[in-house]
């Protein structure tokens, strides 16, 4: 707690005493007992709120799947990468996600040196020597 260890909390628990005196001692303690009471209020408070918004139980999540450090960068990649990209289409998915998932394949093979058949072919202008780019003074 705070980085303090057992005999520095009780030296600062007896100057504590010392400083207060025995005749405040009483009124103080009162408040922090209410002030304990009050902060077990306002957490119960929070994870009633937490629990209603979300609708889950907070214990019953499982933290450690949420770990960051669980994470390797490298492993992601190089599942992603050997990852099998033509998945089979369930018999269950609507029409729409099958062709479009069927047409995927089919364009995947049929690309050109300059990209897939689907895709007009890039035209760039080449200006003559000497003449300046076009500038288009309200784009900037």
């Known amino acids: 707690?705070?980085?303090?260890?057992?005999?520095?909390?009780?030296?600062?628990?007896?100057i504590g005493i010392l400083v207060i005196g025995p005749q405040r001692l009483p009124e103080y303690t009162q408040k922090l007992a209410n002030l304990v009471k009050e902060v077990r209020r306002m957490a119960s408070g929070a994870r009633e709120q937490i629990k209603e918004e979300v609708g889950i139980d907070i214990d019953d999540v499982d933290w450690k799947?949420?770990?960051?450090?669980?994470?390797?960068?490298r492993r992601i990649i190089k599942e992603a990468l050997?990852?099998?990209?033509?998945?089979?289409?369930?018999?269950?998915?609507?029409a729409a996600v099958a062709a479009?998932?069927?047409?995927?394949?089919?364009?995947?093979?049929?690309?050109?040196?300059?990209?897939?058949?689907?895709?007009?072919?890039?035209?760039?202008?080449?200006?003559?020597?000497?003449?300046?780019?076009?500038?288009?003074?309200?784009?900037?």
Do not use: C, H, W
Request: aromatic residues 8%; hydrophobic residues 40%; without cysteine.
């Open 1 to 14: 707690m705070f980085g303090i260890n057992g005999p520095e909390f009780f030296l600062l628990l007896i």
């Open 82 to 94: 050997l990852d099998d990209d033509t998945k089979p289409v369930s018999s269950g998915a609507p």
């Open 100 to 140: 479009v998932a069927g047409a995927a394949a089919v364009g995947a093979g049929a690309g050109t040196a300059t990209g897939p058949a689907n895709r007009p072919e890039r035209v760039v202008q080449v200006l003559p020597p000497g003449e300046a780019a076009p500038f288009d003074t309200e784009a900037t």
């Open 65 to 73: 799947k949420y770990d960051p450090r669980q994470y390797d960068p």
